[in-house]
């Protein structure tokens, strides 16, 4: 399909670089493509940033049929525009929209969509340490029907954002409670998938969490509220006795690309991985015993987010004397640096706009 194109004539001036924040500014122009069953994606555009004319029925605001990626470019240092495993985005949104009966995106479409809508905004880049354009595809249902079921009509969106450093004063350990009531997915639920109903629920646990002090929630099963699953909106390792542990997939956690990034590099480094269940007790006794080494989330924002404490009913468990872990560091000076282009990238992870 051929990508039709509208440049604005009334463009933004820049937000400046060192108050970007996250989410609070976006570029000139967006993405678009419509869905009709029986015809299915057509229409692919780039126009203008503007609001989206929506029926008051539209069956997204009533029934939740929403998905969603998070993705960056980056500008590296010699001034090359690079994404980050874009395609693994684009499986997953598949992916995520198979689990919520929405059409799928050709891949290889969906990367060119994202790319030509950079090549058109470069300038939005920003070139201040840490900062980076985040990208937004999403996809909506537009049928202006209230009966509840798959939708017919469906908006494919990309919006862009220029973003801050996620750690402006450089990396460091964040502190997690351990929600004891409230959980984020069960499996058979959609818990695996990207979807706009997953962040809803979790904004309940976090209001008490920053109520006690803390910064994110640590989030248990939701069948017996014992084993850990994910750490806000990332997945979450630990390292115990030399052995680094993340929960295994088993529907009920989302497949993150910075995760199966990290696995990968250690697997590469020749450190003991393991993808398995792993209950609160168990880290906890791994706390007290002194067996607990590090701890950290990681996602497409952070990368990686060091674990400086976790409180579990009152329990208090410091990692690594509240500092960045060794291990952690490795990680994010890895990741950061492939993704900035100041490493070189022996994995083939880096996509370049040109």
Known sequence: MQIRIEITKNPKPKPDQKNLGFGKYFTDHMFMMDYTEGKGWYDPRIVPYQPIALDPA????????????????????????????????????????DRLCIPQI????????????????KDWIPSAEGTSLYIRPFII???????????????????????????PQGI???????????????????????????????LKAQVIAAKKGYVQVLWLDGIEKKYIE????????????GEVITPMLDGSILPGITRESVIFLLKHWNMKISERKI?????????????????????????????????WNSNQMVVNNNKIGELSRKLYDTLTGIQYGSLKDEFGWTMEVK
């Open 172 to 202: 460091a350990p964040v502190n997690i409670y351990v929600e004891p009531e409230y959980v984020r997915a069960v499996k058979g639920g959609t818990g695996y998938a990207k979807a706009a109903g997953n962040y809803a629920s979790s």
């Open 141 to 167: 249902s537009t049928d202006p029907f209230l009966g509840v079921k798959a939708a017919s009509s469906y908006k494919f969106i990309i919006i862009l954002s220029p973003v801050g450093a996620y750690y």
């Open 58 to 97: 539209t069956s997204a605001l009533h029934y939740g049929q929403e998905i969603f990626e998070g993705m960056k470019t980056y500008l590296a240092v010699d001034k090359r525009m690079l994404l980050f495993r874009p395609r693994k985005n684009m499986e997953r949104i598949n992916s995520s929209g």
């Open 106 to 121: 050709d891949v290889d479409f969906g990367v060119e969509a994202i790319k030509e809508l950079i090549r058109i905004e």
């Open 279 to 311: 209950s609160i007790q168990e880290v906890h006794e791994a706390s007290k015993s002194g067996k607990l080494e590090e701890a950290f989330g990681c996602g497409t924002a952070a990368v990686i987010s060091p674990i400086g404490e976790l409180n």
């Open 230 to 241: 994910e750490v806000g909106a990332m997945n979450v390792f630990f390292k115990i006795s």
